[in-house]
């Protein structure tokens, strides 16, 4: 059982950049993969970025490459996004999740999912 809780959502200007934060429970963080996600009103929830248990290798979604990075501290169980440029394309409820022994980019693959915290980004 993992529990997750996100901060660092806000409000910001386009261009701007916000930093969120993700703890987990338990002493076995590193075993799980994990990810970010989004969902803005309207539509359907969609993969962010993702980072495997070592954070050797990072995923992220065309859209946001370059401009976001994920990271993790496992002896803080953390993980991170940077999120810099920020567009109002990117406002969206953020969720951390985590996924058991590998990453995936589908909501459905994940195990443990936070309660979101917001990003708004205004023009």
């Known amino acids: 059982q993992v529990q997750l809780v996100e901060s660092g959502g806000g409000l910001v200007q386009a261009g701007g950049s916000l930093r969120l934060s993700c703890a987990a429970s338990?002493?076995?963080?590193?075993?799980?993969?994990m990810g970010w996600f989004r969902q803005a009103p309207g539509k359907e929830r969609e993969f962010v970025a993702a980072?495997?248990?070592?954070?050797?290798?990072?995923y992220y979604r065309g859209s946001v490459k370059g401009r976001f990075t994920i990271s993790r501290d496992n002896a803080k169980n953390s993980v991170y996004l940077q999120m810099n440029s920020l567009k109002p394309e990117d406002t969206a409820v953020y969720y951390c999740?985590?996924?058991?022994?590998?990453?995936?980019?589908?909501?459905?693959?994940?195990?443990?999912w936070g309660q979101g915290t917001q990003v708004t980004v205004s023009s």
């Open positions: 980072i495997r248990r070592t954070g050797s290798i990072t």
């Open positions: 338990g002493r076995t963080f590193s075993s799980y993969a």
């Open positions: 999740a985590a996924r058991f022994r590998g990453v995936g980019t589908l909501s459905s693959e994940y195990d443990y």
